[in-house]
């Protein structure tokens, strides 16, 4: 992709990305995304859960939900993903940051009307959560499909921004006896906790083994 | 706070709240949000780090930074600060869910003008990462100060939104052989890394041993 002026990352160009690999990347670690809209003059941020496939995301909710509704008409939309992966601690406050990778999305959502192509997108968003947890469950009825309102986002203008490693203090602060390094920040999943009234005799599914393994 | 026309939940209003308790505890737990703004037309979501102290949120950035200079106009902002603690597997795709704590806060930003309340909102962005960090580091001189800009934004609008607990599948589901329940997303600080160029001889900071204990 190419930088845009939208995209073009200004602050640290350094830190800036802007090929496919990169930032499907980090895309695909998350399924957490904050998107900002305008609604009635006004800017709105929301979290969401997403799903990527190809040069698409795809979100989903109730379909009389607000932000899907004014996203459906075809709006401006930003969509952010960010991942923090450590505190970096300088010797300086000044030279203090985080360790991240982060997206940023430009464009616009269209609602999903073809039916398979909203499952297809349902099953994406699902397993970008579990991988394969789609063939596990019960499947949307036609009930569950009308309320929902799923939508595409065509990943055209899009950066990442990635910082990682050490701290970068100025030469004079190396000499100072203060503590300079990083602190990683981990995701772990816990034991996973059975429904209270899960039948005796069902086993954790490949899904969930897969994950926490 | 009362819920306003913009922070009112909206969907599944039972997980709305709206008591400052709740909000800023979220907020205190947290050291990233994402804040939504309208620059040229265009809605924009960036991710930055942020402080609370009392009723204000604190964020800074390089002086020349867009998203600084566009707030610092007062401009409407949006803002968000989503932790997710557990996949929520039920038994259906529809029904299947995330445990999350989430807080929206709608507003403006004011750059800070006064030194002192500078330094002193700083010091509050820097704790919130790692309580009282500030005390151990070298302090911000003259020049980097010049070049930062400090934002602070009255927490005026906001709400926050939480689910907790087990899945929720319908009454039929309940005898189909899948498994259900949730996954806890964990967050752990691993072990500290110390900066290559760090002199022999400096302990971890109590900062970084009260953080990771």
């Excluded at 991942?83 to 999305?105: C, D, H, K, P, W």
């Excluded at 100025?170 to 602190?183: H, K, Q, Y």
């Excluded at 981990?186 to 009234?197: L, N, S, T």
Aim: with cysteine; aromatic share 6%; net charge positive.
């Amino acid at each position: 992709m190419k930088p845009t002026k939208k995209t073009k990352v200004k602050r640290l160009p350094i830190r800036g990305f802007y090929d496919k690999e990169t930032v499907y990347k980090i895309l695909d670690a998350n399924f957490i995304c904050q998107i900002g809209f305008i609604h009635e003059g006004f800017p709105v941020v929301i979290p969401t859960i997403f799903g990527r496939k190809g040069d698409e995301l795809y979100i989903h909710g109730a379909s009389v939900s607000r932000m899907l509704t004014d996203l459906a008409k075809g709006i401006s939309l930003s969509l952010n993903v960010t991942q923090t992966n450590g505190i970096v601690l300088a010797r300086s406050a000044f030279n203090s940051t985080l360790n991240y990778e982060s997206v940023v999305v430009f464009g616009q959502a269209e609602l999903i009307v073809d039916e398979n192509e909203k499952v297809a997108a349902l099953e994406t968003i699902t397993n970008q959560i579990i991988p394969n947890r789609w063939q596990e469950v019960r499947l949307p009825n036609a009930k569950e499909l009308k309320v929902t309102s799923v939508l595409k986002i065509k990943i055209d203008e899009a950066s990442a921004k990635i910082r990682t490693g050490a701290p970068h203090d100025d030469i004079a602060d190396c000499d100072l006896p203060i503590w300079a390094g990083v602190i990683p920040i981990e995701k772990h999943y816990g034991k996973p906790i059975a429904d209270p009234v899960l039948k005796v005799g069902i086993p954790l599914p490949k899904s969930v083994k897969c994950l926490i393994k």
